[in-house]
């Protein structure tokens, strides 16, 4: 298993493989409901010791910049250098943002509020600039959902879309449950580190195989060795049996 702390941390945070699949994963939000005129500001809930993703992929947009108004209570990280924010970034964008909840830090001069403004400028492949808002707010409890999945509302997208998505749930679900219960099973033995660096890189991978992905290319995508995917997968089989 040594090559499994070479490889590092995972994606999802997940302690209870049993708990963590009875959770719905994924929350869909459509374009139009966080972004433009008819826009109403969409909450998203942070829970404690789960993280949030907020994924562009299926739309195709790129995140060019991101404001939280209140970082005293939620962290933010991407899967990509952004503008104002890294200092040697040369090619700015990301796809996916990471929300963390942490206990909370006095900041001085920063209000006491329950909620704050996420706010991310995207751009398209033609150039154009569009502007997202999201509440944020804590929870606690059994979290509701892991992934919120920014989704086109053209209906000839949607279409294009539906199709690999419910292959990728019927054909997929079994070794996505196989690779949670081994990313557990690596956690609870410290066989690899939680705030490693392919932390981020397995939660692209999960969400590439809720979209329809082969293992293969998901990974590809993800960077992720298909040795680690195997050997998650192996250690999943394993804690069933």
């Known amino acids: 298993m040594k090559n499994l702390l070479i490889c590092g941390a995972v994606a999802i945070t997940c302690f209870n493989p049993v708990n963590a699949i009875a959770v719905p994963v994924v929350r869909t939000i459509k374009q139009t409901q966080a972004s433009g005129e008819s826009a109403k500001l969409q ?3 942070v829970w404690n010791g789960h993280g949030v993703i907020i994924s562009f992929y299926e739309v195709g947009e790129t995140i060019k910049r991101v404001w939280l108004d209140d970082p005293s209570q939620i962290l933010v990280d991407t899967d990509g250098c952004l503008e104002g924010i890294d200092q040697n970034c040369q090619n700015t964008g990301a796809g996916l943002i990471h929300l963390k909840r942490i206990k909370k830090v006095n900041v001085p001069g920063l209000p006491q509020t329950l909620t704050t403004l996420l706010t991310i400028i995207t751009q398209t492949s033609d150039g154009e600039r569009k502007a997202y808002s ?7 409890g059994i979290p509701k959902y892991s992934q919120v999945v920014i989704k086109s509302d ?4 949607e279409k294009k879309v539906a199709i690999p998505q419910l292959q990728s749930l019927i054909t997929s679900s079994k070794t996505t449950r196989n690779i949670r219960n081994g990313i557990a099973v690596a956690i609870r033995k410290k066989w690899i580190n939680p705030k490693d660096e392919l932390h981020q890189r397995l939660e692209k991978f999960i969400i590439l195989l809720y979209m329809g992905d082969e293992i293969s290319t998901a990974a590809d995508k993800a960077s992720v060795s298909m040795e680690l995917v195997n050997k998650l997968i192996s250690l999943g089989n394993s804690s069933q049996t």
Do not use: G, K, P, Y
């Open 134 to 140: 999201f509440r944020l707010t804590t929870s606690n």
């Open 154 to 157: 053209v209906a000839v997208e």
């Open 43 to 45: 909450t998203i809930n």
